[in-house]
């Protein structure tokens, strides 16, 4: 059973480029989450997508968008990249308001903006 | 303030050592989850708390709620090199009472051990 998959896993873009990264589920989840992990701090919540719509969001402008397509899987999109964009991007999948879920996590995207 | 409080922020131990990590929130926590983390990796589930006194163990580490909800703890017996890493508490804000689970975490800023052997 492959677990959470992202890609690329590594990424170099230059400023006010714009970036796309992607992310299949568990087999049998339905929901995808995508945080943001700066360097020596705990993964950010930037928004969740549940049947192909956003459905929570955290405090993250609108430069950070995503999509869910109908087998789940999901992109991250980011507009107009700044140096402090830099991060970890770790995507984790589950199971919408079902008792007892559990979160699973990706290996996440290394993302560089230069 | 961050809403998850994790201590220590670090920890270096010996091989063969037993060590605990705390996890304290502001608020109740209806769902507490505990993940490991290799520098620049993704997060490896460990567990996962829901109810007041709940006690998880797998293998050398045991986790628990505390009956009030408002802490957790992280111990690890024995402890050996492949324990090292980053250790993180997420609390599902988004989940109730009765377990049900929306998936939105919030983390603590992690707890880096190093075990030395």
């Known amino acids: 059973d492959a677990g959470v998959t992202q890609s690329p896993t590594h990424l170099i873009k230059t400023r006010g480029q714009q970036v796309t990264l992607r992310c299949s589920p568990k087999?049998?989840?339905?929901?995808v989450s995508w945080y943001q992990q700066a360097l020596g701090q705990g993964p950010q919540f930037i928004f969740q997508y549940y049947e192909e719509e956003e459905r929570q969001r955290g405090n993250f402008p609108d430069r950070f968008s995503g999509h869910q397509f109908p087998n789940y899987s999901s992109e991250l999109n980011v507009n107009a990249l700044l140096l402090g964009d830099s991060a970890l991007y770790l995507c984790?999948?589950?199971?919408?308001?079902?008792?007892?879920?559990?979160?699973?996590f990706g290996q996440g995207t290394r993302l560089t903006v230069v | 303030s961050q809403e998850l409080e994790q201590s220590p922020q670090s920890l270096i131990v010996q091989e063969g050592k037993n060590l605990t990590i705390n996890c304290t929130s502001s608020k109740t926590l209806y769902g507490l989850y505990w993940y490991k983390q290799k520098y620049g990796e993704g997060l490896i589930f460990l567990m996962m708390?829901?109810?007041?006194?709940e006690e998880k163990s797998h293998e050398k580490i045991t986790a628990k709620l505390d009956e009030k909800k408002q802490q957790s703890s992280l111990h690890i017996t024995a402890s050996q090199p492949s324990h090292a890493g980053i250790y993180l508490c997420?609390?599902?804000?988004?989940?109730?009472?009765?377990?049900?689970?929306?998936?939105?975490?919030?983390f603590g800023q992690g707890t880096i051990l190093t075990v030395h052997p």
């Open positions: 087999s049998g989840h339905d929901t």
């Open positions: 997420g609390a599902d804000r988004t989940s109730n009472a009765g377990g049900t689970s929306y998936g939105k975490l919030t």
């Open positions: 984790a999948s589950s199971l919408l308001g079902k008792p007892n879920t559990e979160a699973f």
């Open positions: 708390l829901q109810k007041g006194g």
